[in-house]
């Protein structure tokens, strides 16, 4: 029997996602399709549902699988945070209309995730600069998703300085000091910045980019082009994908999980294949 929960983070989207969140549940009820609608106080467990709906952000997917235990029930995602990149990757630049029917006639269909630390992440993660430009959450989501990150990281531009980083990529070793270590499941992060443009849901792989130090004048030339994914013939870009990765740091640093901070020495990411049942 069908029926769906709807699990709405209520901070995101500036209220937008309990908006959202009511709507869906009144286009259901008209539909005559079972649902629970939870703004902010989810149930504990998920086992009743047949499908689940999770209205908000990279972060609140990234909530959902690092608090719940996942059995494979399908999941779909609607637009309510601050970036929305893994919204865009699933499903494009398409109305809440024409979402709800595609998700209502689609099949599940499998999808790759990724673990860092023992963290589950659907997105992207970033080492160093990404995580220092996460501190600013403050600025990101008063300007919005893509104009407050780049807000932030053309600030971040003059100020900040390359770590030292040891990195093996499914057991080959890198050196050297880097201003981008992304290790990403998906294409987008920022809000629209094309950081790994090569990676796919689907293929078993995580795609790592690591960019070599940049002075001043060079980190404003390719910034756009990193946004547009035209960055990867550039001599200070290493690119690669691969299923192990470990990032060694002299001494700790922030990085980011869909959005989430956390502050290490080690970083090891695996890829999860075929994790997540999308629609």
């Not at 990149?85 to 790759?112: C, N, Q, T, V």
């Amino acid at each position: 029997m069908v029926h769906i929960g709807i699990l709405v983070n209520p901070l995101s989207g500036s209220g937008h996602a309990g908006e959202l969140g009511n709507w869906l549940a009144t286009q259901l009820a008209h539909k005559k399709i079972s649902c629970s609608l939870f703004i902010g106080n989810w149930p504990h467990r998920m086992d009743a549902f047949s499908d689940i709906w999770i209205v908000g952000g990279d972060g609140t997917v990234n909530y959902f699988l690092n608090h719940y235990t996942y059995s494979k029930t399908p999941l779909s995602i609607f637009k309510g945070g601050t970036g929305n990149d893994f919204h865009w990757k699933l499903y494009g630049d398409i109305s809440k209309e024409e979402l709800l029917e595609k998700i209502l006639s689609a099949p599940a269909r499998p999808i790759d995730a990724a673990c860092c630390n023992n963290k589950v992440y659907i997105n992207s993660s970033g080492i160093g600069f990404d995580g220092e430009v996460l501190r600013s959450m403050k600025a990101i989501r008063k300007l919005g998703g893509h104009f407050g990150y780049l807000w932030v990281v053309l600030k971040k531009i003059f100020s900040y300085r390359e770590p030292d980083f040891r990195v093996t990529v499914d057991g080959k070793e890198w050196l050297g000091k880097f201003l981008l270590v992304s290790a990403n499941n998906s294409s987008r992060t920022g809000g629209g910045f094309l950081v790994t443009p090569r990676a796919t849901l689907d293929d078993g792989k995580l795609d790592l980019l690591l960019c070599k130090p940049l002075g001043l004048l060079k980190r404003l030339l390719y910034l756009p082009k990193i946004e547009t994914g035209k960055h990867l013939s550039l001599s200070c870009i290493l690119y690669f994908q691969a299923t192990d990765i470990k990032v060694f740091c002299e001494n700790e640093l922030y990085a980011q999980l869909d959005g989430e901070l956390i502050k290490e020495k080690i970083f090891h990411y695996t890829v999860l294949p075929a994790y997540l049942m999308i629609k």
